[in-house]
């Protein structure tokens, strides 16, 4: 069996050693790493991080040729087996690569373990060894022993996370599956039973939605024995990636539950819909898959236009299962809701991008971020998820058709047996829902780039979309800026068609003052400026000091921030519908 030797090899330099053994290799022998993750479409070269790579077989030393920047090629003589021995540096607090020190350890195969061409289909076989004194070991991946962990290919090998060191861990069960949550870095106050008790509510959502209520006719088990949450607690980064059996999460521990602590602060609820929406790629986009990603290429950029689809609807749900679990109230719901709304009408990029070019462009653009993304891009995430809304309030609005978007998700997963899909069986499965209508309003809000129209399809539901004129200097003139005490204000994106756009306004340049007046945030200038007024901004660029006269926009000309509440006197059909959208 192919067999990688995990060592932490020197947890202050940051070193893992990787030995590979690999049983009757090829006469030319190819060897590579992954330059990608799946889940996170962007080319990361996780190659440069190898070092000191030695081949032997039968006791002799084999050469190694490097082919690219990825791939090695050793020339073996005879059936002995070929062992590679590599050092690797890990010092990526992220949930995509490796990282150790003295305290932790976490790593993902696509960063440690080489691909062994041609035999990717054998099963592969995974062994920890020189773990410091009393670190523990958390991941999905199967035991075959103290230590010890098969994969039944090389796909899913790298589809398990580790997570090493000392950590907290509890366990509950969902639906009759196991389901364990390690979390490092937590503080001592941190409320371990409520996170469990949360995360338990969710996870049954879940698996109810895609397989049925426990107990009753047709219902069906997870498609997993196992699953296992990993949240690293930092002092500020976020987010997750999701695998077969398993996430891995990274979150700013202050949004961590504390004991005593009534209610939900706003960074746990951030935090439980990172955790749903993680939870719910078990389904949608690891089994439930665009076709391009049936076979998966590790040496290369894997395009799809369907990240609308398996991030973008995987979005919609997300903060909606928090609603459907009784973690969220409906006004609470509605307000994440509209943040979201809000968010995308605010970027001048939603009518330059289609969010099925935004899926396309992911590897070069959404993980790229620069000044002009607002102004040139839509992300999928985002936009993705009101187009998921847009439909299921459509679906739920089609005459004599009693569909909904949670009956399209499941028809998707029953026809391909949770398996790859196209943007084909998707049309094809909302036009038998509800009717060929929907069907084509679907395909032209995903390839075009008009705003939606969910004003009208809210209103239907008893939901009322109001709209106030943005607050802050920053949002009347167009300006995206970093502010601060010492690094004052520093403009990051100027936004396309504003104010500060005409008045010649640039990202990087610093604003020092209004009117004559110092300012640290822009903001403060409010406090002695009139109504329409014409700014003077003192401006430093590239070293040089001058001015800029800037006219900002007429109150009936300012962007507008919407949000959402529930309609006075909804109709009762229309406060039905509602219901049962919300409600599931």
Request: hydrophobic content about 40%.
């Amino acid at each position: 069996m192919i067999s990688y030797r995990i060592d932490v090899a020197d947890p202050h330099t940051h070193q893992y050693r990787v030995t590979l053994e690999l049983p009757q290799p090829a006469a030319e022998q190819r060897l590579s790493l992954p330059v990608w993750i799946p889940g996170s479409y962007m080319v990361r070269e996780f190659g440069r991080h190898l070092s000191q790579m030695t081949a032997r077989q039968g006791g002799r030393e084999v050469a190694l040729q490097q082919l690219d920047k990825t791939t090695w090629l050793a020339r073996c003589s005879g059936r002995a087996a070929l062992s590679i021995s590599y050092m690797v540096y890990a010092f990526d607090t992220s949930v995509r690569t490796a990282f150790l020190d003295a305290n932790r350890g976490f790593f993902n195969g696509t960063s440690l373990c080489l691909r062994v061409e041609g035999r990717e289909q054998e099963p592969h076989r995974l062994r920890l060894a020189s773990l410091p004194r009393g670190w523990e070991v958390a991941t999905a991946m199967p035991s075959a022993g103290r230590g010890v962990f098969e994969a039944a290919d090389y796909d899913e090998l790298v589809d398990h996370p580790f997570e090493l060191g000392r950590f907290w861990r509890g366990q509950f069960e969902a639906a009759g599956v196991p389901h364990e949550f390690v979390v490092a870095g937590a503080l001592p106050s941190f409320d371990g039973e409520r996170l469990l008790a949360d995360a338990k509510r969710i996870c049954e959502t879940e698996i109810a939605f895609w397989h049925g209520l426990p107990g009753k006719k047709g219902t069906g088990r997870p498609p997993f024995e196992r699953y296992v949450f990993m949240l690293n607690a930092v002092e500020d980064a976020y987010g997750g990636l999701e695998h077969r059996a398993s996430t891995a999460l990274i979150g700013p521990r202050r949004d961590l539950p504390r004991r005593g602590q009534p209610g939900l602060t706003d960074g746990y609820v951030r935090l439980l819909g990172l955790i749903s929406h993680e939870y719910f790629h078990t389904w949608n986009v690891k089994r439930l898959k665009p076709a391009e990603f049936a076979q998966l290429d590790y040496t290369r950029e894997n395009y799809t236009e369907l990240l609308w689809f398996f991030e973008g609807f995987t979005s919609y749900y997300d903060d909606l299962f928090l609603l459907r679990s009784g973690l969220l109230d409906e006004t609470r719901y509605l307000k994440l809701l509209g943040t979201t709304l809000a968010g995308v009408l605010g970027l001048p990029g939603r009518k330059v991008q289609s969010v099925a070019q935004a899926s396309f462009d992911a590897w070069v653009k959404y993980y790229r971020a620069d000044e002009n993304t607002p102004n040139a891009t839509i992300s999928y995430y985002t936009k993705g998820s009101l187009v998921a809304l847009a439909l299921d309030l459509a679906l739920r609005a089609a005459p004599k058709r009693e569909a909904t978007l949670d009956q399209v998700m499941r028809q998707l997963w029953q026809q391909s047996q949770g398996g790859p899909i196209s943007e084909a069986d998707i049309l094809g499965a909302v036009e038998q829902a509800g009717g060929r209508r929907v069907a084509e309003e679907l395909r032209a809000w995903v390839h075009g780039t008009d705003d939606l129209p969910l004003a009208r399809l809210l209103e239907r539901v008893g939901v009322a979309v109001r709209e106030e004129p943005a607050t802050g200097l920053p949002a009347a003139l167009g300006l995206k800026v970093s502010e601060g005490p010492i690094s004052g204000v520093q403009v990051k994106s100027v936004l396309r068609g504003s104010a500060a756009e005409r008045a010649g306004l640039c990202p990087g340049d610093e604003l020092l003052a209004v009117q004559g007046w110092r300012v640290r945030r822009l903001d403060e200038a409010q406090a002695w400026l009139s109504t329409g007024e014409a700014l003077e901004l003192l401006v430093v660029r590239d070293g040089r000091v001058f001015a800029v006269r800037v006219v900002p926009p007429a109150v009936s000309e300012l962007p507008r921030t919407p949000s959402l509440v529930l309609a006075d006197k909804a109709p009762k059909d229309a406060a039905a519908v509602r219901r049962a959208w919300l409600q599931g």
